[in-house]
C-alpha cells in the first residue's frame, strides 16, 4: 500500500504492508483526505502537542521522531471487513467515518497517531460503528469536508448563538471559513468575517459572511454603527440606573426588581456579539478581550501552538465570556454530513485544489500563501504533484 510518511517534519511517499482490520474494523479504499491545519501544525509541532495531551491523559499522540501516515479528513469506500463486523454496508459504498480506532484497550486519533495511520494513503482503518455511508448520493468530492464541517458545527453549536446575534468570526482559513458556512446554514443575520487575505475574504464571501473586512484598514465592530453593544465600563454602569428610571417613569404596578427579573427570564440583557477566534497565534485573544464590547462571548477555535498571555482583569472588568472548544461529538460529525448532503451548508468554496500522494510535500507549500490555497485535497488515485 503506497502511503506519505512523516517523519522529522518531512514527507515522504513510501510502500506500506496491507492493513489488517481488527474487530468490527473495516478497511477504506480512500478516494480523498483534506490536508488539515491539524496537519500542518502536527508535521512541525508534534512534540508539543504530544506533551500537552500526555498532561491531559492522552500519550498516543504523535511524535517527530515517529513514522506516521497522516490525514483525518477522508472520504472512501468499503474495501473489507474484520471479523465479527455486521457488514451492514456492501463493499464499494461510499463512506466517511469519525476518525478514532481502538488498538488493544486504547483508542487513538487516526492520522494523528503512530498507532493509527491515516488517509494521506490508498487505504485507511476505521471502526464500522463510526462509520457512515454518504446520504442522498452526495458526491464524495463534498463529502470529504464532512470533517472539516463537523468542526465548524462543533463551534457553533458551543457558541450557543441565536440568529439575531451579530458573528464575528476573525480569520478566514478553512476552520474560519467551516464556521462562516456553518452560521449561514443557521440563519444567523449578520456575519462579519476579518482577515488580511483579499483572497481568504473573498472565500468568506461565497461561504456567507454578509460583510468582509480587512483588519489593516478597520475593525469588526467599525462595520457595525450603533447596533447597541455597551462599548465601555461607564457606559454598563450609566444604562443600569438609566433602565431602572425608565421602568420606574412606566408607572408599572410591579417594583423594578420585578420587573427587571422577569425580562432577564424572558432573555432579555445587554447585546453582546460572538466572536469566533479562528486564527491559532500568540496575541489574538487578547486582543479580541482588548477591543471586543462588554459581555462580548469569544469562542476559541483556532489552536495556538505556542504560550500565549492575555489579561484576566481585562476579560473580567469586560465581563467576557471565553470559550475553547476543540473536534466535535459522533453525533455532529453525522449532521454535518446530512447538512452537506440535504445542500443546507455549501462548502464547495473551500476546495482549492488537488494532487496525488507525490503531490503532498507541494501541497504543504502552497498551503502557505493563504492567497493561493484554502483546503487542498489528496486523491491517492491522481498524478498530479502539484495542487
Avoid at 33 to 55: M, N, T, V
Avoid at 113 to 134: H, K
Avoid at 139 to 164: C, N
Wanted: aromatic share 4%.
Amino acid at each position: 500500500m503506497k502511503a506519505v510518511v512523516c517523519h522529522e517534519s518531512d514527507l515522504e511517499v513510501v510502500e506500506l504492508p496491507a492493513l489488517e482490520p481488527g474487530k468490527r474494523q473495516v478497511i477504506v479504499e480512500v478516494t480523498g483526505c483534506g490536508i488539515c491545519g491539524s496537519d500542518l501544525h502536527a508535521r512541525h509541532h508534534a512534540d508539543e502537542q504530544a506533551d500537552i495531551l500526555a498532561e491531559a491523559g492522552y500519550d498516543g499522540f504523535m511524535r517527530a521522531d515517529q513514522r506516521v501516515v497522516l490525514g483525518h479528513e477522508f472520504v472512501g469506500e468499503v474495501a473489507d471487513y474484520g471479523p465479527k463486523a455486521a457488514r451492514k454496508l456492501p463493499v464499494g459504498t461510499p463512506v466517511v467515518a469519525v476518525p478514532l480506532i481502538r488498538t488493544g484497550p486504547d483508542v487513538h486519533a487516526i492520522g494523528l497517531s503512530a498507532a493509527a495511520p491515516g488517509g494521506y494513503a490508498e487505504q485507511v482503518l476505521v471502526e464500522e460503528a463510526l462509520m457512515l455511508a454518504l446520504p442522498n448520493g452526495l458526491a464524495p468530492e463534498v463529502a470529504v469536508l464532512t470533517e472539516p464541517m463537523a468542526v465548524g458545527y462543533h463551534a457553533v453549536r458551543r457558541s450557543e448563538i441565536a440568529k439575531k446575534d451579530t458573528a464575528i468570526v476573525i480569520g478566514c482559513g478553512p476552520v474560519g471559513l467551516a464556521v462562516i458556512a456553518v452560521l449561514k446554514a443557521k440563519g444567523v443575520r449578520t456575519i462579519i468575517a476579518s482577515d488580511y487575505s483579499p483572497g481568504r475574504r473573498a472565500l468568506a464571501t461565497a461561504c456567507g459572511a454578509h460583510v468582509v473586512v480587512d483588519p489593516s484598514e478597520g475593525t469588526p465592530y467599525d462595520t457595525l454603527g450603533d447596533a447597541g453593544f455597551v462599548q465601555t465600563v461607564p457606559d454598563a454602569a450609566w444604562g443600569a440606573i438609566t433602565i431602572i428610571e425608565k421602568i420606574q417613569r412606566g408607572k408599572l404596578p410591579l417594583p423594578w426588581p420585578t420587573v427587571w427579573r422577569t425580562a432577564e427570564k424572558l432573555g432579555a440583557g445587554p447585546k453582546r456579539p460572538v466572536i469566533f477566534e479562528c486564527v491559532g497565534v500568540p496575541g489574538i485573544i487578547d486582543g479580541l478581550i482588548s477591543t471586543a464590547p462588554l459581555f462580548s462571548r469569544v469562542v476559541v477555535v483556532g489552536v495556538c501552538m505556542e504560550d500565549d498571555t492575555f489579561r484576566p482583569a481585562m476579560a473580567i472588568n469586560k465581563e467576557i465570556d471565553l470559550r475553547f472548544v476543540v473536534g466535535y461529538t459522533p453525533l455532529e460529525f453525522r449532521d454535518a454530513l446530512h447538512l452537506l448532503a440535504e445542500g443546507k451548508v455549501d462548502a464547495s468554496p473551500i476546495v482549492t485544489g488537488t494532487v496525488g500522494l507525490h503531490g503532498v510535500d507541494a501541497a504543504f507549500d502552497a498551503l502557505q500563501d493563504p492567497e493561493q490555497h484554502a483546503k487542498i485535497i489528496i486523491d491517492p488515485r491522481s498524478a498530479a504533484t502539484a495542487p
